[in-house]
């Protein structure tokens, strides 16, 4: 716990904090990898799913209520078994190959969303169907348990339904507070989340609580379509970091 380690884990958890804070884009799970980086890859899970936590709950009140329930609900029920795969693959399952998929959804996802908007896929217009929203929260439980890169998959079905910035937002929060929630019990079981990552994470508290109010102040200050553009960039880069990640 030196300089250097307050100086990339305070820059990493702050990310966090303004990317779960205001953009819901699922760029937070880089804080994990970045936390891996002066910390062991499993310790790093367990700093971060309490400061996930923090960060879910301190933005709850400014975006109660104004989620879409019903399709909060059914991501939420479908990652329910997701993180019971996690659970039972953390293990030994390839995390790599895992994130490779992940990132190509992302990024295919941003190419159909664009090409849908300039005309040239009529069909992109359309809203994912439930089946499909059922299989994003099946995927964003079990990505979320092995790697907190559970945003993607989120976002892939709660962006096509064309909410609004808030409404999207919303609906983001409330879905991995409860999706985190769901994963303290297996995390403490597998040894992951321990006291000395509660120790550590409550040293970088207040980064999460600083980076939570950064993304929710410039959430309300920023216009929708400077919104879904910024939420676009970052959904991009999430899906680049997962396909390098998964290729190296």
């Known amino acids: 716990m030196d300089f250097a380690f307050f100086a990339i884990a ?19 799970f880089a804080a994990a ?11 790093a899970l367990g700093i971060m799913l309490p400061l996930l936590l923090l960060i879910d709950f301190a933005t709850l009140k400014p975006f109660w209520g104004r989620w879409c329930w019903a399709d909060a609900r059914l991501l939420v029920l479908a990652a329910v078994p997701g993180v019971g795969l996690g659970a039972l693959f953390y293990a030994w399952a390839d995390a790599d190959s895992l994130r ?3 990132g190509a959804i992302a990024l295919l996802f941003v190419v159909w969303q664009m090409a849908g908007r300039a005309g040239l896929i009529p069909a992109a217009k359309r809203p994912i169907p439930a089946w499909g929203g059922a299989v994003a929260g099946l995927v964003a439980g079990f990505t979320s348990f092995i790697s907190h890169a559970g945003g993607p998959a989120a976002a892939v079905y709660l962006l096509s339904r064309s909410p609004s910035k808030t409404e999207y937002q919303a609906s983001t929060v409330l879905v991995f507070w409860l999706i985190n929630l769901a994963k303290l019990v297996p995390y403490g079981m597998m040894g992951i989340f321990t006291p000395e990552t509660l120790k550590l994470g409550l040293l970088l508290a207040p980064f999460a609580l600083l980076g939570a109010w950064l993304g929710v102040r410039a959430h309300f200050l920023m216009g929708e379509r400077l919104f879904f553009a910024l939420t676009y960039v970052l959904l991009s ?6 396909v390098w990640d998964g290729l190296s």
């Open 10 to 28: 305070g820059a990493a958890v702050t990310f966090a904090g303004i990317s779960k804070g205001g953009f819901g884009s699922g760029a937070a």
């Open 100 to 102: 490779l998929l992940i």
């Open 237 to 242: 880069v999430t899906g680049v970091k997962l």
């Open 33 to 43: 990898a970045i936390l891996a980086l002066v910390v062991e890859p499993a310790m």
